[in-house]
Every structure is written in C-alpha cells, then in structure tokens.
C-alpha cells in the first residue's frame, strides 16, 4: 500500500440527498477520511453537505498521463497523426519547452483532471538525454504543490536506446530520476531493438530500488512487436516483488484469439495490471490500415475473462499525441463503452478501483470502512453519468471537500 502524507483528519461530513446506485436517496456519513455509515442520521457537530440528489459514486483515479505534454497541441502539432510524427514533433520542439511552461502546463491539466472527479492521477514524465530533468522536476513539483488536493504519481518514462552499446548516458539518466524520487519505473520496449532485454533492464533497475513498474508495451500494430509475454514470463521467473503495469498492449489486440487467451493468463498469473488507453491509440495507431482498419485497443475480452486488473486511461491531453480530450476519466469510461464494448459498470470500474488497485491505494467505495474518495456526480445512474459526463460535480478526498480548491 502507498502511505499518502497524513494530514490533520477534517471534522465528520454527513452527505444528504445522495443518490446511491441502488435507487436510495439517503445521508451518507464520513469520518476520519473514511465512510462511517451509510443511510445514517447527521449528527451534532458534523459539517454537512446537500447532494441534492446527485450520484455518489467512488471517485475516479487517472491511470496514466503525460502532464508534462498538455495542452502542446496548439504550439506543437503533430504532422502525421501517428505516433513517430507525435514523438519526432516532441523531440524537435525540446528546446522550446522551458521548466516554467512545463509547470504551468501539469499543474493546469492536474487541476482539470482532479475538478472532473480524479483523487489519484499517474503521470509519466519523459527521462531522455534531449530533454534532462526538465519533465521530472516540474512533475515532482506539481505533484509535491497539489498533495493536498490530488495523489499524484511520477513513474519515470525512460527515452531510448536503454540497452545496448549506445545506452550509458539513458541508464544512467534513468539511475538519477530514481534517486530525485520518482514514484515508478518505465520506459517503452516496443521502440527499442531488444524489447526483452528492456524488459529485463527496467525490472532490474525496479527491484534494485524498490519501486513499481509500469511500461509502455506494445504500442503498435505490428503483430511480431509482442513483448508483453516476456514481460510476464520475467515476472513470473523472477517474482519480482513489487507492483507491474503494462500501459497499451496494442499487439495483444493482433494475436490470434488462443494467444491472446494464453498470454492472458500468463499475465493474470504474474498480477499485471493491464492499461487500455483507448483515446490515443485510436487517434495514433492504424493510420496505415485503410482497409478494415484495427480499433487498436489490447484484447479486453480476454484478459478481463482471464481474471487481469484491466484498468483504462486518457494517455495525453491536447499535445501531439492526442489534439482533444476534455481530462475527465469519464471520457476515458465512454471509450471504453463505445470502442472496448463493455458495460457502463465496468467501463466506471476501469477508471476507477482498478487504477487505484494498481497504483497500490486503498480501496474507495460507498460502503462503511472504505476509502472515503468519492464523487457526487449529477446524474440517475453510471451509464447516464458517462453519457452526459456533467459539469456540477463535487469531489471528496479523505472525508474532505476538494473541489474548488
Ligand atoms: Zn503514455
């Protein structure tokens, strides 16, 4: 479990008029940053809150983000679409980019995403040769400024080439993020010439300093780039100890359905948690494929029938790599509905106590002795929350009102 920073505990709130998901309008009590009682008088002394009538749900987690990219999409296009064009555009841009700006920037986009109901957002930050600590320090400052309003999580987003003759400069780069205080390890193996032998450095460069995984992995359609297996097989061999994630698994989408079964297993074996990422991959991937062009999105079906925690996220927000998103999980959620076929409940569990379960938070729920992170939305049930994603949302972390903050 992750010890977020305590902090003095807020008087007990006692939310009125909340719409529970069953149909009861009932008061809802919270103390001592979790859900005393559900359907319970207010009593004396409580601070109290009127739902008037909106949705309690448990409140939404960003399961991964580049803050350090929103909002470039305007000074930064992209002139392909796809992903080369998005990160080539990246790249040439670097120099442009200044600490300030990148702050300013992550700070905004954290805001919108926790004002849309997130109380926990993982972000990557990039950890490239071009680039030094510019992404990590603004991250690591955001996510220190806003700890009280937003769990935030900097995983370092290692560049490439990591391994090979080329790769001194990176690892170290990627040794030093560590040491600077970065939440999580990762890095994209698909780009790299020896996907496995990436896999192997960034679980190594993880257990050595004790912090989680979570890599970019197989973000293509290019069946043969298929490192997701050997990501499990590692896990598995080695009992890596600490908490994996593996973001896209575009490839796992191209297998043949009995492969992507076996390999589902192997990752529900190995407690990866797989991140479907659908904005992004559907704006970047298949721009090639004009006939019967691919959804892009990593086999659902199959690693939620294996029993995998399936997670979903916004990836990027307005940069080169996705021109629109709103930051709202909620957008996330009705993706997974429209593109990833699933139903509203487990479209809200995606962007949820999914990502909470991988970034290793306890659980938040309407139920006594839970987590109490919530969100009121304006709305009769899930589905209609996701199909109208309303504004007029209250946001709870802790016990403690956050939006506005
Ligand atoms: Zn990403």
């Not at 749900?57 to 990219?69: F, T």
């Not at 841009?93 to 200044?98: F, S």
């Not at 999580?153 to 080439?161: D, T």
């Amino acid at each position: 479990m992750v010890t977020e920073r305590a902090e003095p505990a807020p008087r007990p709130l006692s939310i009125t008029n909340a719409l529970l998901t069953d149909g009861r309008t009932v008061t809802v009590r919270l103390a001592d940053g979790l859900v005393h009682a559900i359907d319970a008088p207010t009593q004396p002394g409580d601070d109290v809150l009127d739902a008037d009538g909106r949705l309690l749900l448990p409140a939404m987690a960003e399961a991964h983000a580049h803050l350090d990219k929103a909002f470039l999409a305007e000074t930064v296009p992209n002139p392909t679409g796809d992903l080369m064009g998005a990160i080539l555009a990246i790249d040439a841009a670097r120099d442009r980019i200044t600490l300030a700006d990148t702050e300013e920037r992550a700070e905004r986009a954290a805001r919108l995403i926790a004002a849309n109901g997130a109380t926990a957002i993982r972000t990557h930050a990039d950890i490239i040769t071009a680039n030094g600590f510019t992404s990590l320090t603004a991250l690591l400052a955001v996510r220190d400024r806003l700890r009280d309003l937003v769990h935030i999580e900097v995983i370092a987003l290692s560049g490439w080439p990591s391994v090979g003759p080329a790769a001194a400069e990176q690892q170290a780069l990627l040794r030093e993020a560590v040491a600077m205080g970065v939440d999580g390890i990762g890095g994209c193996p698909h780009l790299e010439d020896d996907p496995a032998a990436a896999n192997d450095l960034f679980l190594t460069i993880a257990a050595e300093s004790g912090l989680p995984v979570d890599l970019h992995t197989d973000e293509t359609l290019v069946p043969e780039r298929f490192a997701l297996e050997d990501l499990a097989d590692r896990v598995l061999a080695t009992g890596f100890p600490h908490r994996v994630a593996a973001s896209h698994c575009v490839s796992l989408g191209m297998q043949p359905e009995a492969v992507q079964r076996r390999v589902a297993e192997k990752v529900a074996a190995a407690g990866i948690s797989v991140i479907a990422l659908p904005s992004s991959n559907l704006f970047l991937q298949g721009r090639d494929q004009q006939h019967a062009m691919p959804r892009a999105l990593t086999a659902i079906r199959a690693l939620r029938e294996a029993g995998v925690n399936l997670a979903a996220g916004a990836d990027n927000l307005q940069d080169p790599f996705n021109p629109v998103g709103r930051g709202d999980c909620l957008e996330t959620a009705s993706l997974m509905v429209m593109a990833g076929h699933q139903l509203p409940a487990q479209a809200y569990h995606s962007v949820s106590a999914a990502v909470r379960r991988l970034m290793g938070l306890p659980a938040a729920a309407v139920s006594p002795g839970a987590t109490a992170d919530l969100v009121l939305i304006p709305a009769a049930s899930v589905r209609e929350a996701i199909a109208l994603a309303p504004a007029g949302r209250i946001v709870i972390r802790g016990g403690r009102r956050v939006d506005g903050w």
